[in-house]
């Protein structure tokens, strides 16, 4: 007999199927290419070793990523990736424990399954065990890439192992965060501010060398120190830490109602300020918080950008990056290392885009669509407003990183027109979204975030010469990296991304006008 529990389990399986295979591929597939990148950039032990010393030197690197431990392949790999994946995810784990608990309540959803034979926990059981499966499955199979790449089997599976358990340490924040607020996009807030508390703390640790990055799950991934010593026990922390934090997510769970938050939402103004006239200013009122959060947290990373860029250039005197360097038109090192770092971020930038285009699916499903629309509002004016806004949270971002990485890096505006290279690939991904929301709503969701995973996929297996140029080509961001590392045929390129975001922006519009609203 099939329990509640399992039911739920299947659902979230069968509705997440996309992003969760995206999500553990791209994961596991990622340490293999860091490792085929370090042989490559750095072939001998002086080269290893000398930028091992001089990123200990390195204020920006010592917060991103902690000291080198290891001046190994294996040594560098880790480095490189741990805090990272610690980062991305977490943040994807606590998204996907908040979407299949307190965004299931907020919809309604959660009471019509709890009518039935189902335990109260058994949705955030069901959530937390999937959300731990996946990263389980990424440890794994992270593990057999490195091996196969040839590192040894221990620090393979550390490494591996620290990945998930900075991903299960962060799901279990998300399932805290979903008990104490009323609203899904709350407790996503939350959850990624505690996130980035501790990174910070994490940061200050290492920078000043100080026992509080034992305070910080970012500090206890470094420490474990894979290819380094293998400090198995360091991950007793996360079993501790974890398991308190899923037991006081239960506690909370029984001791509110539900659909309610520990913390009660505030309630609104009895009358609507005069400035929400319009659709756009409802859109800018509902996102505000989370484009102006983003904006910040580019802000904050172009400056460690800007920092490291300052000392980047001895790091990678090397006869390896100095040919790389050739074939990218040449240039000074650090400007080729800010055109490849930016390459990753505005693909960050796009994932902000597309969670504020995305909302208008989320409305619509939760019925606040059909109480805007019938006032005199019309369906491209709605679709408008929350468009106008994805495309200002990725033009802002984009600006805010390029001026504040050219502040730490010394040359105030400089960077800025390079970082706004990139807003028309960004914007076609959002363009994409609201095509897809106009002609195939019940897909838009999964079928855009796999497509960016997927982007993200090819764009990493071509690094390492694994894909076709032809399918390289296909990538926005390949089309913009090209013309911009050349200096050549960048104006063509942004204009033909530009007309293809506009008219998928268009299609949208017109698919949406000719459908049914709240259409699930």
């Known amino acids: 007999m099939i329990t509640g529990f399992e039911q739920i389990v299947r659902l979230i399986l069968r509705r997440d199927r996309a992003p969760l295979a995206v999500w553990v591929l791209v994961l596991s597939a990622l340490p293999a290419g860091v490792v085929a990148a370090t042989e490559r950039g750095y072939p001998t032990e002086a080269d290893r070793i000398a930028f091992a010393e001089h990123a200990a030197v390195n204020p920006a690197e010592l917060a991103t990523r902690g000291p080198v431990f290891a001046a190994t392949v294996g040594g560098l790999t880790a480095w490189t990736l741990v805090s990272s994946m610690t980062l991305i995810g977490g943040i994807v784990s606590a998204l996907l424990v908040v979407r299949h608990t307190r965004t299931e309540e907020q919809m309604g959803r959660r009471e019509l399954m709890g009518s039935g034979v189902l335990g109260r926990h058994a949705p955030l059981t069901a959530a937390l065990a999937v959300v731990a499966g996946a990263n389980v499955a990424i440890a794994v199979l992270a593990g057999a890439a490195l091996i196969a790449s040839g590192l040894p089997p221990a620090g393979s599976f550390a490494l591996g192992a620290t990945m998930a358990a900075g991903g299960m340490f962060f799901a279990a924040v998300g399932a805290v965060a979903a008990q104490v607020a009323e609203a899904s996009r709350t407790a996503v807030t939350l ?179 059909d109480a805007l629309l019938a006032a005199p509002v019309t369906r491209a004016r709605w679709a408008a407003g929350h468009t106008l806004i994805a495309a200002t949270s990725v033009v802002a971002g984009l600006a805010v990183l390029g001026l504040a990485a050219g502040i730490g890096y010394g040359t105030s505006l400089g960077l800025v027109g390079t970082t706004l290279a990139y807003a028309p690939a960004c914007l076609v991904f959002a363009g994409l979204a609201v095509a897809l929301f106009g002609w195939a709503p019940r897909v838009a969701v999964p079928v855009t975030w796999t497509l960016l995973g997927l982007t993200v996929l090819i764009d990493l297996l071509g690094e390492f010469r694994l894909v076709d140029e032809t399918v390289m080509g296909l990538s926005p961001f390949v089309r913009t990296l090209g013309p911009l590392a050349v200096g050549e045929g960048l104006a063509g390129a942004l204009l033909v991304l530009a007309l293809v975001a506009g008219g998928l922006t268009v299609a949208g519009f017109a698919g949406l006008s000719r459908r049914d609203v709240s259409e699930r």
């Open 191 to 369: 959850a990624v501010a505690v996130l980035a508390a501790f990174f910070a703390v994490a940061a200050t640790g290492d920078v000043s060398r100080s026992w509080l990055v034992w305070l910080s799950p970012f500090g206890w991934v470094r420490r474990v120190q894979a290819f380094a010593g293998d400090r198995w026990a360091v991950l007793l922390l996360f079993v501790a830490a974890i398991g308190a934090l899923v037991a006081v997510a239960f506690v909370l769970s029984a001791r509110r109602d539900v659909g309610s938050g520990l913390v009660p939402a505030r309630p609104g103004p009895a009358t609507a300020d005069p400035r929400l006239r319009s659709p756009l200013a409802l859109a800018w009122r509902l996102h505000r918080p989370a484009v102006l959060g983003w904006t910040a947290g580019a802000g904050a990373l172009g400056l460690l950008l800007g920092a490291a860029m300052s000392s980047v250039g001895t790091q990678l005197d090397t006869p390896a990056f100095r040919e790389l360097t050739g074939t990218l038109g040449g240039g000074d090192p650090a400007d080729v290392f800010f055109r490849f770092v930016l390459y990753v971020l505005a693909q960050v930038v796009t994932a902000a885009g597309l969670v504020t285009a995305l909302q208008m699916r989320q409305q619509e499903t939760g019925g606040l669509a």
